[in-house]
């Protein structure tokens, strides 16, 4: 499972539109796979949200964790949100 962008650090107010690829052992690319979406936040309850079209738009600084799961597969995203006054 493959998350673009792959990122790490949002600033407060940003949101960044997040898309999933499904791959099989050999590498080729699985259509219409069905996705779950697992979003816990820690250090501040609500950092960040992820809409029902994968928007992720960061709130407030805190740090939240995307799971991504396929097929009994996962992959794991964390972003650090900061306040969007940090340089």
């Known amino acids: ?7 790490s650090r949002m600033s407060a107010g940003d949101s ?9 052992t050999a590498g080729r690319q699985l259509i219409d796979r069905e996705i779950t979406w697992l979003v816990t936040t820690a250090g501040s309850r609500g950092a960040a949200r992820l809409t029902e ?28 949100i900061a306040d969007n006054t940090d340089p």
């Open 1 to 7: 499972i493959e998350v673009t962008p792959f990122i």
């Open 16 to 24: 960044v539109q997040l898309n999933v690829t499904t791959r099989d």
């Open 53 to 80: 079209s994968a928007m992720l738009v960061a709130l407030e600084p805190g740090r939240v964790n995307i799971e991504v799961l396929s097929e009994g597969r996962r992959t794991l995203l964390t972003v650090d």
